[in-house]
């Protein structure tokens, strides 16, 4: 389907045409002066020159054509040249007539499927999930589901931060602990024990206090650097350790992003690439790219365009260990080879810009990705509190998100169990769908670059641009509907007409409209937050419209059918904005 303004636009560009003009001159836009008409063409003022002609004569020639056009319920020639444009009812209503027949309510999709992986959530192992872990996890799964719903294939990663020193730590303060694990036993060559011998409250105690540890006790810090070069030299019982280590955390970690809605494809991580690691370092090598400075291996990647500083990229620090970045290049590699896919995007905080820069940099120059292969990241700001200083919990500490999400929940609780019908389980039921649109769509809705305030107040607020508002509207549409079928309406007997009833819905068919062009907006430049935009709006627009017009009551039958198929349109819409944020509406709330 055609967008809106592009067909607006073929009527204004034959009219130039049958005029004698260059149809080129006939686009259309939204009116910069509402107050005086929704759309306009200037196309004869820039018809002037190439004509030498008065623009009030171009544009009288045009619109004189446009006299019986369908599309106009009224065409105005304003000095010295504009059109001014009111779009008639037949054809805005006719428009989302189409949109409710076509697939994917009118969306352009692809005729050749792309591939995309996309890699987030990037938890590390043994270490609880706190409040800046939310971001990345909620705003990739929105950019997957996105993508995934414009009609392309992708795969999300969460790239588990599982290998190098933070894992030395943990096993190297284990054996200070349990010296007498038989993981420690150089000469067992048995079989390990299927149980852990730690919960994830113990990994998740003992990680912050190796770390700090480590950097006040040097001897310390040793054992985990040995721990480290043992687990990644193979050795038997510290890859068992590790392997319970990644266990226990993993499940812990998957019961926490179920709770968010929020699904990876693959649970590779840093170790998943530890054996290509010498591979890739010897074809730098070779390639040229990779030479020793000061001990270590790097690849240049400064650029003369350059206007900062960008440092070269460490492949192997002086001691032949590997690093972060030397994991990301692998996993590159690697995705190429397994999926080549055309585009990989990266959901980190926005402090890992530079840093990304650099791997993208060194990917292309060593040719680790092929040159139509795009490497995106996206930097997303700081989740802050009232105070407009990051989130923390009451006490100063770092929120875990567990405790964040379970709050959240219970607030929700409160509220919904109130003054409603509704079993104890389904307010439940009802409560944790409402309150993780309120994280979600707290998060979305905010342009990813930017930090924002997460303020729990207004986020579970049934008022504003909130997510429990957007559900409170798609409830209430449902059980519009629901009360029809009750009534013994027939929605496949609905069909959008071309009568518009009043100014609300009119609006209402407005704000439709502009369903494909945000959607495909939202998806080239991977953002979320248009999506919440339009659904604010449309919902807004919703709500005028219920308020000012009868719906069920209405006595022309017709109508009546028209509006119900409306409603319906407008459910599918907003279902689908939904589905591609991550969140869904219960039945009733
Ligand atoms: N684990 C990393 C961290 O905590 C984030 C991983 C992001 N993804 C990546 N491919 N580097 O900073």
Redesign the pocket.
């Known amino acids: 389907m055609e967008k809106y303004l592009i067909e607006l636009g073929n009527e204004l560009a034959a009219a130039f045409k049958e005029a004698g003009y260059d149809e080129n001159l006939g686009k259309v836009t939204v009116s910069n002066r509402p107050d005086l008409c929704e759309y306009q063409c200037n196309g004869a003022m820039a018809g002037a020159k190439l004509y030498k002609k008065a623009p009030i004569m171009i544009a009288n020639d045009v619109a004189a054509r446009l006299a019986d056009s369908k599309a106009f319920s009224k065409v105005e020639v304003v000095p010295p040249g504009f059109i001014n444009l009111n779009v008639s009812d037949t054809f805005l209503a006719g428009y989302v007539q189409r949109m409710s027949k076509s697939e994917k309510y009118g969306l352009t999709l692809p005729e050749v499927k792309k591939s995309y992986i996309i ?6 192992v043994a ?1 609880p999930l706190h409040v800046g ?1 939310l971001r ?1 996890a909620v705003i990739g799964e929105s950019v997957k589901r996105i993508i995934k719903y414009m009609g392309h294939d992708v795969i999300g ?1 969460i ?3 599982d290998w190098g020193l933070q894992m030395g730590l943990v096993i190297a303060e284990l054996k200070v602990r349990q010296p007498e694990l038989i993981y420690f036993d150089d000469s067992y060559e048995g079989e390990y024990p299927s149980e852990a011998p730690f919960t994830v409250a113990d990994l998740e105690e003992i990680y912050p206090f190796a770390s700090a540890k480590s950097k006040q006790d040097p001897e310390f810090k040793d054992e985990a650097m040995a721990a480290t070069f043992k687990l990644q030299s193979g050795v038997r019982g510290y890859r068992a350790l590790w392997q319970q280590i990644c266990n226990v955390s993993v499940s812990d970690l998957k019961k926490n992003y179920d709770n968010l809605n929020v699904n990876f494809e693959l649970w590779n991580g ?1 170790s998943t690439v530890h054996d290509v690691i010498p591979g890739m370092v010897e074809y730098m090598k070779e390639g040229g790219y990779a030479y020793i400075s000061d001990g270590a291996l790097v690849v240049d990647v400064k650029e003369e365009t350059d206007v900062k500083e960008v440092p070269p990229c460490m492949i192997l620090k002086s001691d032949g260990a590997s690093l ?2 030397t ?2 290049l692998a ?1 590159i590699q690697e995705r190429m080879k397994e999926y080549n896919p055309d585009m990989i995007v ?4 926005k402090r ?1 810009e530079l ?2 820069e650099q ?1 993208f940099r060194c990917a292309r120059k060593t040719k680790l990705v092929n040159d139509n292969t795009k490497l995106v990241h996206i930097g997303f700001g700081t989740v802050n509190g009232k105070d407009g200083k990051p989130f923390k919990t009451r006490d100063g500490g770092v929120m875990r998100l567990e405790y964040l999400i379970r709050d959240i929940n219970d607030q929700m609780y409160e509220k919904i169990s109130t003054g409603r019908d509704m079993s104890e389980e389904e307010a439940k039921e009802v409560s944790k769908k409402v309150a993780l649109a309120a994280i979600k769509y707290g998060d979305l809705s905010n342009q990813a670059a930017k930090d924002y305030i997460f303020d729990v107040d207004r986020f579970t607020s049934f008022e504003g641009d909130t997510g429990p508002y957007i559900l409170y509207t798609v409830v209430r549409i449902k059980s519009i509907l629901n009360k029809f079928i009750e009534n013994g309406g027939k929605l496949e007997d609905c069909i959008i007409t071309d009568a518009i009833a009043n100014s609300y819905h009119k609006n209402l068919l407005m704000n439709l409209i502009s369903y494909n062009v945000t959607m495909e907006n939202a998806f080239e430049e991977l953002a979320p937050h248009k999506i919440c935009a339009f659904l604010y709006d449309l919902a807004n627009a919703f709500n005028s419209f219920y308020h000012e017009t009868k719906i069920l009551a209405e006595e022309d039958e017709e109508m009546k059918k028209n509006y119900i198929a409306v409603l319906k349109l407008t459910l599918g819409i907003a279902e689908d904005c939904m589905e591609c944020l991550g969140f869904d509406a219960p039945d009733k709330m």
């Open positions: 890699d987030y959530g990037g938890p590390n270490k872990h990345s990663d790239h588990l931060g840093e972060y970045n994991t990301d996993t990266y959901l980190t905080d890992q840093y990304f791997v």
